[in-house]
C-alpha cells in the first residue's frame, strides 16, 4: 500500500512481535530462499536449477518448490524459491535424503550463486487472504513494515479490510504472510496476483471507494488515517513465476 490511496489499488514474502492474527495453524509455513547469479552467470545458474528439480523430480519428492524471478525494484535480477504450506515439524522430517539434496545444490546451483544468500520464513495468514487459487503468470509484492508495538493494530486493520472486501465482493485477489524468521520485522508481505502487465491497471473501483461503500465514508477515512500511522515504511515489486525452475509433484 503506498499509503492510503493505494492498498490493493496498484494492485509479496521475516521476528521481533508476532501480530495476534499470526498465529500458527497447521499448514502455513513458507521456507524462502532468496539469491543472485554471479555476474555473467545467469544462464548457468538457471540451467544448474533445472538439473536440481529433475534432482527433486527422481527422487519422488511430495513437496514442492516453486521458483520466480523478479522484475523491478532493488530485487531486479534476484531469484526467490521455496516452498509452501507447511508445518514447522515438518523441517525435521525431509521427505528426501537432506545430505544428498545439499549435495546436489552445491554442484549444480552454488558454483553460480553469487554471495549473499538468505533464508526467511514466513507464515501465510489465510483468515485475511483471498488467494487466487492458480499460479499466476506475475506478482505484485507489496512489503510493509510495521511500527513497532503496532502489530495487533496492523493486524486488526487488516480483518477489517478483508470483511469489507468480503462485504462487496471486491474482484481482487491477495495473499498476506507474516515474517517470523531470518529478518527484521514486524514485516507483512502482500501478494497480488497478475496475469499480464495489462492486469496492473487500476481496478474501476479503487480500494478507498471500496471502503467506503462497505463501512460508511467516515469510518473508512478513519480506518486509512489509521493505517498510515501504523506503517513505519513500504516497498513494491513485481515478479514472474518460473515454472520451468519449479518442481510440482506428480508433473
Sequence with gaps: MRRRGNFLVVLLLMSLALPVLAQEEEGTIARIVFFRAQ????????EGLKKHMAWHKAQNDP????????????????????????????????????????????????????????????????????PLGTPAAMSEILVFRVRFGKSAEFASLIKKFH???EKTNWPEHYAWYVLVNGGPGPEYVLVLPRENWASLKRLEKPFPAMLAEAVGQEEAEALLKRWDKVIKSESSTLTRNRPELSYMPGQ
Excluded at 555476474?39 to 538457471?46: A, D, R, S, V
Design 39 to 46: 555476474p555473467g552467470m545467469q544462464q548457468q545458474l538457471e
Design 163 to 165: 470483511e469489507a472486501i
Design 63 to 130: 513437496w514442492a518448490w516453486a521458483v520466480w524471478s523478479y522484475l523491478s525494484g532493488e530485487e531486479t535480477g534476484m531469484y526467490g524459491g521455496g516452498t509452501f504450506g507447511r508445518k514447522w515439524e515438518d523441517f525435521d522430517n525431509s521427505p528426501v535424503d537432506r545430505a544428498a539434496d545439499r549435495a546436489d545444490v552445491a554442484e549444480n546451483v552454488i558454483p553460480y550463486t553469487a554471495p549473499g544468500t538468505q533464508v526467511r520464513f514466513y507464515e501465510f495468514l489465510p483468515k485475511v487472504s483471498k
